[in-house]
């Protein structure tokens, strides 16, 4: 969609093999909702950027082969500034923190990013200063795929709740026949499939070109917010063994927590979603 020939090229047929993986780097310490406010900068030295900065929570940080990175070129200020530029791993310059230790997503790498004076040829340029508004449809993409997870996460819950709820007994008979299991199963049940509705209409969005923005963020909101609730209905009806980590979804309950912060907040995407209601933006600044 974006890049060039050469880019594409290069780096689409490692990642369908799997030889290559690329991390996306935006947030920044001060910059994460706020991210036309990021202090990493590429200066242009004739034939080539030298590139400096901190990134923070990058997703695949230290493990994955490429990285594109958010950065502002020179000292153009605001949005105009901002565009995206492809760094290898093992560039001269450019180091990795420590691995973070979260509370969910354990399974996933993710870690601080340094730029210290990283040479990077001006080739590696995908997307120029003035473009930001193209890194931002892609992130519609990303949102589609956060809530994707979401609803496997919820699924996998529900899927769980049900298994244990028809096999565990309490009075002489199995949980599952009790009114209050099937109307909670119910409620579960009935939002993951709202979420899944939404999503799916979002992605199919993508597959004509690029999801729509109001599309791909009520589909994110809900998901984020349905599948805290399916992961904490299931954990209750696991009782006890649903806190012991020898059964899966407080796991699941843990990660689900983290899908509403990754991608975009659910308040910067109630912003987002209001502002397509109203037919405006609303600046944050003001």
Not at 36 to 49: F, I, M, P, R
Not at 121 to 150: H, Q, S, W, Y
Not at 167 to 195: H, N, V, W, Y
């Amino acid at each position: 969609m974006f890049g060039t020939e050469a880019q594409k090229k290069e780096i689409i047929p490692g990642v369908c093999k799997g030889e290559f993986s690329v991390s996306v780097c935006m947030t920044e310490p001060e910059a994460g909702s706020d991210l036309t406010s990021l202090s990493t900068v590429a200066e242009d030295k004739g034939s080539h950027y030298v590139l400096n900065g901190k990134k923070c929570f990058i997703t695949g940080g230290g493990m994955a082969s490429h990285y594109l990175v958010y950065t502002r070129f020179g000292d153009i200020r605001g949005y105009k500034g901002i565009g995206g530029i492809l760094l290898k791993k093992g560039m001269p310059g450019f180091t990795f923190g420590k691995q973070e230790e979260f509370m969910g997503l354990r399974g996933m790498p993710s870690c601080d990013l340094y730029f210290d004076n990283v040479e990077v040829p001006k080739e590696n340029v995908v997307i120029k200063p003035g473009d930001f508004g193209n890194l931002m449809l892609t992130f519609d993409i990303e949102r589609c795929g956060n809530a994707a997870m979401c609803l496997g996460t919820a699924g996998g819950a529900l899927e769980a709740a049900k298994a244990y709820a028809l096999k565990r007994t309490s009075f002489g008979r199995p949980i599952c026949e009790f009114q209050d299991i099937q109307f909670t199963m119910a409620d579960m049940a009935m939002k993951l499939d709202a979420a899944r509705l939404l999503v799916y209409r979002a992605a199919i969005g993508a597959g004509q070109g690029l999801p729509s923005i109001y599309e791909a963020s009520l589909g994110k909101c809900y998901a984020n917010e349905m599948v805290r609730e399916v992961t904490d209905k299931a954990m209750q009806i696991f009782g006890g063994y649903g806190y012991s980590k020898e059964f899966p979804v407080e796991r699941m309950l843990r990660d689900a927590r983290a899908w509403g912060v990754a991608g975009g907040t659910l308040q910067m995407l109630k912003i987002t979603i209001a502002s397509v209601i109203f037919g405006r933006r609303f600046d944050q600044r003001k």
